[in-house]
């Protein structure tokens, strides 16, 4: 079981001192069966007034600060140790009602995942319809997994990813009429195309890792966008388009949600001049930690240590 810090550093730059208003920070990694926190760390610069922690409607771990001082940067540095246990698709156990698609949800499922499977976007020439659908049979023999493992892996195959630092999600119909985009258009293109098919979806924002040398992955260097679906038998199952992983494997998951716009990982107000702002530098870097460091007699215990820049 691999054990991994993460080392997440976000500056904003200012050409003069701006007032800061609240800002959101989700960066802190979630706690689950498949990947164990054994430390996290939140520093803030400047320090905040106000510092208090949340769980949002999806469970997603939220720290709010609240600032009193003028500033001409903003640093924020998370920091975090975990414990990861990586599932290949070779795990996903889909009970036999619906190995082959299509198929229904059960009545106990299915009116907690109507909002997952409602559909985000406009389609009026049904062109994201047609494209969902070119990855189903039409005999009847359309086996679930390997459906949406050809629908992830044709996004990686067919589609340029392309860093973009800006704000903001193209709309699956930019991303299929371009032909590229970032690890973030690519989930919303997945999501929205199995919606298409009834599929209930949600968003994941967090941390890509190369496993292994010989696995290349792509969207390292910064948080990382995939795809969560709903299969009975198994739950939610991982789908990453943009590196066609299915599984957990090389992903750490942070913030899960419906949308891409309730899972920033950073996210706030600003004061000043219009030309103030001189931009933002993200840094990400996730390595294999020093097992010395963390016994096993801590091993599935949470030892979570929450500091501000004083280290209080």
């Given at each position: ?12 730059r ?13 960066m802190r ?10 430390s996290?760390?939140?520093?803030i ?10 769980h ?13 001082r ?8 998370s920091e ?11 795990q996903?156990?889909?009970e ?6 299509p198929?229904?949800y059960s009545s106990?499922?299915?009116p ?12 009026p020439g049904?062109v ?8 189903v049979k ?21 589609f340029?990813?392309v860093?973009?630092h ?14 590229q ?9 997945m999501?929205e195309?199995?919606?298409?098919l ?15 040398p010989?696995e290349?992955?792509?969207g ?5 966008a ?5 299969l009975?038998?198994?739950g939610?199952?991982?789908f990453d ?6 599984g957990n494997r090389?992903?750490?998951?942070v ?11 950073l ?15 993200i840094?990400?870097?996730v ?21 501000g820049?004083s280290?209080?």
């Amino acid at each position: 079981m691999p054990l991994l810090t993460i080392h997440h550093v976000t500056t904003y730059r200012y050409r003069q001192p701006v007032f800061l208003g609240e800002h959101r920070i989700m960066m802190r990694p979630r706690e689950a069966f498949d990947q164990h926190l054994l430390s996290a760390r939140l520093e803030i610069a400047p320090e905040p007034c106000e510092l208090r922690w949340l769980h949002d409607v999806f469970g997603n771990s939220v720290a709010v600060a609240v600032f009193d001082r003028r500033t001409d940067s903003l640093i924020v540095t998370s920091e975090a140790t975990l414990e990861h246990a990586p599932l290949g698709q070779g795990q996903v156990d889909v009970e036999p009602y619906a190995r082959l698609f299509p198929f229904t949800y059960s009545s106990e499922d299915m009116p907690d995942l109507l909002r997952s499977i409602e559909r985000q976007y406009h389609d009026p020439g049904r062109v994201l319809d047609n494209w969902a659908r070119t990855f189903v049979k039409n005999d009847g023999t359309t086996g679930t997994i390997p459906m949406l493992t050809q629908m992830a892996t044709s996004v990686r195959r067919d589609f340029t990813y392309v860093p973009r630092h800006e704000k903001g999600t193209q709309s699956p119909l930019e991303t299929l009429t371009k032909r590229q985009g970032t690890c973030r258009d690519f989930a919303v293109l997945m999501i929205e195309a199995v919606r298409a098919l009834g599929f209930a979806a949600r968003f994941v924002s967090g941390y890509v890792y190369n496993p292994s040398p010989s696995e290349g992955v792509v969207g390292g260097g910064n948080t990382h966008a995939w795809v969560r679906i709903f299969l009975p038998g198994s739950g939610w199952v991982e789908f990453d388009p943009t590196n066609g992983i299915i599984g957990n494997r090389g992903l750490i998951r942070v913030a899960v949600a419906r949308d891409a716009y309730q899972a920033l990982p950073l996210s706030g107000t600003w004061f000043g001049f219009p030309a103030s702002f001189l931009g933002m530098d993200i840094t990400v870097d996730v390595h294999r930690a020093d097992s010395s460091q963390y016994p096993s007699s801590v091993h599935g215990a949470i030892n979570s240590r929450l500091a501000g820049p004083s280290g209080k």
